[in-house]
């Protein structure tokens, strides 16, 4: 019986440990778990799917770099149609030269103030005209020189 209980004790001594053991069954997966993940791993159709649907990196930069045109494109546009409108300097300045014009109610106070067309027309047919004015004074001038040449003869 002693040989036994040495045999035992020897077996014992060659066996691992509790802690040994938990140590080894870490790395190990539990059966159910196993099947759980192999039950919810991807498929070989959904990875060929994945990379038949994926853009190649060349075609992504090109696309990439026609965004990139077009925003240039966008923005340039943008400048040139802002540089040609009014700054905030010259609508100040139009606003000033505006204020500084007359305004139609001061207009019509000075038009009411000057004659019409029709009053200057009827003074101008009053008044005799440039040749009818001259050929007057020109005889009344003969007049005199007879009057004043016969006087002093």
């Known amino acids: 019986m002693s040989r036994t209980i040495a045999d035992v004790v020897a077996n014992l001594d060659g066996k691992l440990s509790a802690s040994d053991l938990h140590a080894i ?9 196993l099947q759980y993940l192999l039950q919810n791993k991807v498929s070989k159709e959904e990875i060929r799917s994945l990379t038949d649907n994926r853009v190649s990196l060349q075609d992504f930069r090109r696309e990439m770099d026609s965004i990139d045109d077009k925003l240039t494109d966008y923005y340039n546009e943008t400048q040139r149609k802002f540089s040609s409108l009014a700054t905030q300097r010259d609508f100040q300045s139009l606003t000033s030269m505006l204020e500084q014009k007359v305004s ?18 009827k003074a101008l047919t009053k008044k005799i005209n440039r040749g009818d004015m001259d050929t007057i004074l020109a005889k ?3 007049l005199v020189r007879e009057t004043f040449h016969n006087e002093n003869d």
Request: charged share 40%; no cysteine.
């Open 140 to 142: 009344k001038a003969d």
């Open 25 to 33: 069954l870490k790395d190990y997966a539990l059966n159910d778990d």
């Open 104 to 121: 139609v109610s001061q207009l019509n106070q000075e038009l009411e103030l000057k004659a019409d067309k029709q009053t200057v027309e």
